[in-house]
């Protein structure tokens, strides 16, 4: 006979998000796997909530680009992941003897991964997203759950009523049971923002994932939630008054990585009591020339500074050269910068190259012509391993990936609101 793993509460992780929204930095790495506060990846902060809740058992969903995610979590160990029974488990889509199926939605994922969380009995599941930057103990909602008796219990948090209409909306009893669920209303009632975090327990959350098996792209929050309302399980709202930001644009990306260095952040990434965990390869330490400045910036690992720095995120093992400028910016792990380079309010991907002489940031603001809508909020963006010939001038609003030429910049500039986008580079 076989033994049974027994787990009270599993988590399954959702990381097969493409984050479209963040341009160039995502056209080859899931979004989950994206740099944060100069030493992270997104996916660091759901990872790390569940082994400070005594979560001890993921199931981590990935689909689009997974290399870099699949390399980053490993095994698990710097989460304490790495057991024999529960840990961390990678969980692609997969063949199967008639076809092959890729996820189509939220809850089409879970369901394709039955199996898995049969494996371990568990008397409840926790649904996570892999793309928010948050601390919150996901222990204290289990027992929210089972003091309300609940079937489905929801994360939701208070947003500013004119934002309400971006979410999912909860509306509530006296008791925090849901009466009324709608997704991203025209005209909100509530303000009470589904998080898209989620508990259920073990059986209802199986029956609806099969009883609506047959519904394309089957979603959480458009199907899943809503049929579980509706056969009358009951549904309840925990109210979350913490720190969360969906970094899924770029200027929510950069805003976050800013209120990093605040004076008192609003976001403190050194609690003792609830550390963030990371794969870090990078052991040597910083190295500041003796003419360098730095001011209200978080500075990596190996990172040599001969130049300046103002409010900005460096990641580790960059370079920064002499003479060059670095103001409110995010500068990801392995970016080298030359001499004499000023950047203003840019996001710079991993293993990026800037020639001398640079300026990046520079001019009035112009809609972006490839897509104001994502490239906006006055920044540069420019995608991992890109290489930007010497003495080239930037403007805003722009976007580049791929090596570049000098003949890509007519007259040494590329003005506000102009891209570069390579051939075989993602947008």
């Known amino acids: 006979m076989i033994d049974l793993i027994r787990k009270e509460m599993i988590a399954m992780l959702l990381a097969g998000g493409q984050g479209s929204r963040l341009g160039v930095l995502t056209s080859s790495v899931a979004k989950p796997a994206v740099a944060f506060g100069g030493k992270y990846r997104i996916i660091d902060f759901p990872l790390s909530n569940c082994i400070n809740s005594g979560i001890d058992t993921v199931g981590v969903l990935t689909q689009y680009q997974p290399l870099r995610l699949n390399t980053h979590i490993g095994i698990g160990i710097p989460w304490d992941l790495d057991r024999n029974k529960g840990g961390v488990t990678v969980l692609p889509p997969y063949e199967k003897s008639g076809n092959s199926e890729w996820y189509t939605g939220t809850a089409n994922a879970i369901y394709q991964n039955l199996n898995y969380m049969e494996s371990y009995n568990p008397e409840y599941v926790l649904i996570l997203s892999g793309d928010h930057i948050y601390k919150m103990d996901y222990e204290v909602m289990l027992d929210f759950h089972k003091e309300n008796n609940a079937d489905v219990t929801i994360a939701a948090m208070p947003v500013p009523i004119e934002e309400a209409s971006r979410f999912g909306i909860v509306i509530t ?79 929510s990306y950069w805003e976050a990585n800013m209120e990093l260095i605040d004076l008192i952040p609003e976001f403190n990434l050194y609690e003792e009591f609830w550390r963030i965990y990371t794969q870090n390869s990078t052991i040597s330490p910083q190295y500041i020339s003796g003419n360098s400045v730095i001011d209200r910036s978080i500075i990596g690992a190996g990172t040599e500074v001969y130049g300046e720095v103002y409010g900005s995120v460096i990641g580790s093992g960059v370079t920064i050269g002499k003479g060059s400028v670095v103001r409110d910016s995010i500068i990801m792990e392995g970016v080298v910068i030359g001499e004499n380079v000023t950047v203003d309010k840019a996001i710079i991907a991993e293993n990026s190259l800037i020639g001398d002489n640079c300026r990046l940031g520079v001019g009035q603001e112009a809609p972006n012509k490839l897509n104001a809508s994502i490239y906006s909020f006055g920044l540069v963006t420019i995608g991992e391993k890109s290489v930007i010939p010497a003495g080239v001038s930037i403007g805003k609003n722009t976007a580049i990936s791929g090596e570049t030429e000098p003949e890509d910049y007519p007259e040494g500039v590329l003005s506000s609101g102009e891209y570069i986008i390579k051939a075989g580079d993602g947008l």
Not at 222 to 236: A, S, T, W
């Open 173 to 251: 009893d006296d008791e925090k049971r849901i009466t009324e669920f709608e997704e991203k209303p025209e005209h909100p009632r509530s303000n009470l923002a589904s998080m898209g975090i989620y508990i259920f327990s073990w059986e209802v959350l199986k029956e609806a994932l099969i009883a609506k098996s047959d519904q394309n792209g089957c979603d959480f929050g458009k199907h899943i939630i809503p049929y579980c309302h509706d056969k009358g399980e009951r549904v309840f709202a925990y109210e979350f008054n913490g720190y969360w930001k969906d970094v899924g644009t770029l200027g």
